[in-house]
């Protein structure tokens, strides 16, 4: 997991003869092995990084499959909480009415449309049924090695050895699970990753375009819009020192509106297709009482969560939700959050900050997953694991995240409702 391998261990005494012979081959062959590596680094770039990350998503698979054969295979185990919401909206499409009787009126119009939207186009190619469920899988799989792709450039990785180490990072990381599931998370870290690498880039229309992308996938993804309207204030600031403002008013003022008008088209059309498709543009937040979901400040929620003294539920079979659990991971990631504050690493603090002030104030309900598939919160998670550190703690580092992972995809096949 480091760019320059550990040093061979010299032969020994014993080690003579056709022992010796056969030390020398297999060091050749790890010689070799090693350079054709780089050389093909070297030559190939991006189709290395592909066959990294495919070969890393083919492993996540099938453990995944092999875990799931107690549990009436790979497809029945995933589908859970969630998933049978994506698919039945991608095939069906929105409710017009609440389903249920009046204790339970739900509908699902909490689900974001663009995930459904990619779901139901690519599910077309194949019949109903698994092959449903497989066409999500696949999905999410693309949409994660197309976050690690971006994630790398990002890292601003450009050695064999550093995107060795990101890859199998991101790949064992806990929350990966969700993102072999038929859920939006993968989606959403795509696209997030894709909106702040565009934007660090100076691209801010390629950036309003992602952001319009994130709106139509998750509420979250507006989250987008203030760093844009940033950059935008920036834009007229210099605009104005440079003289350009003066001589050239509608098109300074064109360059600075149009972003900040794109950015939020995903969520405006979701809005305008509900008031047309079922008479309420904000069905997607109403929706939320039918979860018993209510809106307060979020320090209310996390306060009552951090005093709920019920940290024991998550040790129970299957682990139950635990509010001092889901306030404690809230919490954490708020500190995260301000480090990058102190860090001056503004943007990435926002992201990571806001996004989790926002979800809590419906509730503490699935806090965990949010922070755990947040792709800010990986990427600044992974820049601190490995500033400073040796090989042997990397290996350390992931192996405890890989059997955090086993044990987290275990709990989901088991239906552990901590992990909705």
Not at 38 to 54: F, I, K, Y
Not at 275 to 292: I, T, Y
Request: hydrophobic residues 55%; contains cysteine.
């Amino acid at each position: 997991m480091s760019d320059h391998p550990p040093p061979l261990a010299p032969s020994t005494g014993a080690l003579t003869g056709a022992g010796s012979g056969y030390a020398e081959a297999v060091t050749a062959g790890s010689i070799s092995l090693r350079a054709l590596a780089r050389q093909l680094w070297r030559s190939h770039p991006t189709l290395m990084a592909l066959g990294l990350v495919g070969a890393f998503c083919a492993i996540r698979l099938t453990i995944y499959a092999l875990l799931a054969q107690s549990f009436g295979g790979l497809t029945h185990g995933i589908c859970n909480y969630d998933c049978p919401w994506y698919e039945q909206t991608a095939r069906y499409g929105y409710d017009v009415t609440p389903r249920g009787d009046l204790s339970s009126n739900v509908a699902n119009w909490a689900f974001f449309p663009l995930y459904p939207l990619l779901l139901g186009a690519f599910s077309g190619l194949v019949p109903a049924g698994e092959g449903f469920t497989w066409i999500g899988i696949l999905l999410s799989t693309a949409c994660f090695a197309g976050f690690a792709m971006l994630g790398a450039v990002y890292l601003q990785h450009k050695r064999f050895g550093a995107l060795l180490t990101w890859f199998a990072f991101v790949s064992l990381w806990p929350g990966a699970v969700y993102f072999a599931f038929p859920y939006s998370e993968a989606l959403y870290a795509l696209v997030m990753t894709a909106a702040l690498l565009t934007l660090s880039r100076h691209s801010v229309m390629g950036s309003a375009w992602c952001c319009a992308a994130l709106t139509a996938t998750r509420p979250t993804g507006l989250l987008m819009l203030p760093l844009i309207l940033v950059d935008r204030l920036a834009f007229l600031r210099r605009a104005w020192m440079d003289g350009l403002l003066r001589r050239q008013p509608a098109g300074v003022f064109s360059q600075a509106i149009l972003p900040l008008a794109i950015a939020p088209l995903g969520l405006i059309a979701y809005m305008a297709y509900l008031r047309w498709h079922m008479g309420d543009g904000l069905a997607f937040l109403h929706v939320q009482a039918a979860w018993q979901r209510h809106s307060l400040p979020p320090w209310t929620f996390l306060w009552e969560g951090l005093t709920a003294n019920d940290w024991t539920r998550i040790l129970k079979h299957p682990a139950e939700e635990s509010l001092s659990v889901q306030a404690l991971v809230g919490c954490a990631a708020l500190a995260l959050a301000i480090r990058q504050v102190f860090a001056r690493r503004y943007a990435e603090a926002w992201l990571i900050g806001a996004s989790v002030l926002l979800a809590s104030s419906a509730g503490l309900q699935s806090i965990p997953r949010f922070v755990l598939t947040n792709p800010v919160v990986i990427l600044v998670l992974f820049r601190m694991a490995v500033t400073g550190a040796s090989t042997r703690r990397l290996w350390v580092i992931g192996i405890g995240l890989g059997l955090l992972q086993i044990g987290l995809a275990v709990a989901w096949f088991v239906g552990a409702p901590v992990l909705a």
